[in-house]
């Protein structure tokens, strides 16, 4: 499937790769030839298991443990991959978690946890990688937010105001990386089917979604794909892509 071509010797480095979304960004970047780093934070058998589809495909990738919303573990998987890699060409912010709850009721620990994650998390892998990003005076970053960062969810304060902080991250980074040649944009699924949406109750959602279906996880890996590698992309940054059946608009 991989072979040698403009992307070979590049790296990207994708948090939450062992599952959904972040597993099909990562094999997609693979397939184009780069290498992958596959980031989880717990499920190290799916890890393996995206790191050996990709080698038996002929690609390179190799998995990192570390927890990414917490300071000293991004560091270190930054060095590590830079120790190994030598470069970070590619970014995916893409780990992220709910705790719902209707607000009133929300417990701190619980807005806690979601912000450290959705929201510091991406803040400190960016900071890390922007470094020898700004040295190669290359790079691309994509945030994968969400459509209830834009609308608002009953039951997702903490989800929503992380993924909304997201967009505000986005704007302002690539504004301070656009003159080093390094874009920074986000993808916002919105229903997509992996773990996080199994025991969401489909047929009401169903009915607000034009294109009446949930997404699937290669769906919001094209898009990511697009803003991460074509050279059409270049000139886009700062930017929010829906990939949400039309769910929301305008
Ligand atoms: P998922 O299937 O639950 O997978 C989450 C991934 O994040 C797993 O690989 C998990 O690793 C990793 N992760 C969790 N906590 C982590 C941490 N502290 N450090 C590093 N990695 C961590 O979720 P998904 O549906 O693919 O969602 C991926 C992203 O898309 C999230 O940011 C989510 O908010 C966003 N999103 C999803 C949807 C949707 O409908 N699914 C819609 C909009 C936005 P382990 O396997 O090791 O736990």
Redesign the pocket.
């Known amino acids: 499937m991989t072979s040698s071509n403009q992307f070979t010797g590049k790296t990207a480095l994708v ?9 099909a960004v990562a094999l997609s970047l693979a397939k184009e030839g780069l290498e992958v780093v596959v ?6 058998e ?2 393996e298991q995206v790191v050996s589809t990709i080698k038996s495909s002929g690609g390179r990738a190799y998995s990192i443990q ?4 917490e300071e000293n573990e991004v560091n270190n998987l930054v060095s590590s991959v830079l120790s190994k890699s030598s470069r970070i060409d590619v970014l995916i912010n ?5 705790r719902d709850g209707l607000l009133m009721r929300m417990k701190t620990e619980d807005w806690k946890s979601v912000l450290n ?2 929201l510091s ?1 991406v803040f400190l892998c960016t900071r890390a990688v922007a470094r020898p990003m700004l040295k190669q005076r290359a790079g691309r970053v994509i945030n ?5 960062g834009l609308m608002g969810n009953a039951g997702q304060a903490n ?1 929503a105001a992380s ?1 909304a902080g997201v967009l505000g991250l986005t704007k302002s980074a690539a504004k301070e990386f656009a003159s080093r040649g390094i874009t920074v944009n986000a993808v ?10 199994k025991d969401i109750d489909s047929e009401k959602i169903l009915s607000a979604i034009p294109l009446g279906t ?2 699937t ?1 290669e769906q ?1 890996a094209g898009a990511v794909r697009f803003l991460a590698l074509d050279p059409a992309a270049a000139y886009i940054t700062g930017q929010v892509l829906q990939i949400d059946g039309g769910m929301v608009m305008g």
Request: hydrophobic share 40%; charged share 10%; proline share 4%.
């Open positions: 948090t939450g790769a062992s599952r959904g979304i972040g597993k980031n989880y934070a717990n499920s190290s799916e890890a570390a927890n990414v919303a893409n780990a992220g978690i709910t994650l959705n998390g994968i937010t969400s459509v209830v989800y993924k916002a699924p919105g229903f997509i089917s992996t773990d996080m949406t949930f997404g996880p919001v």
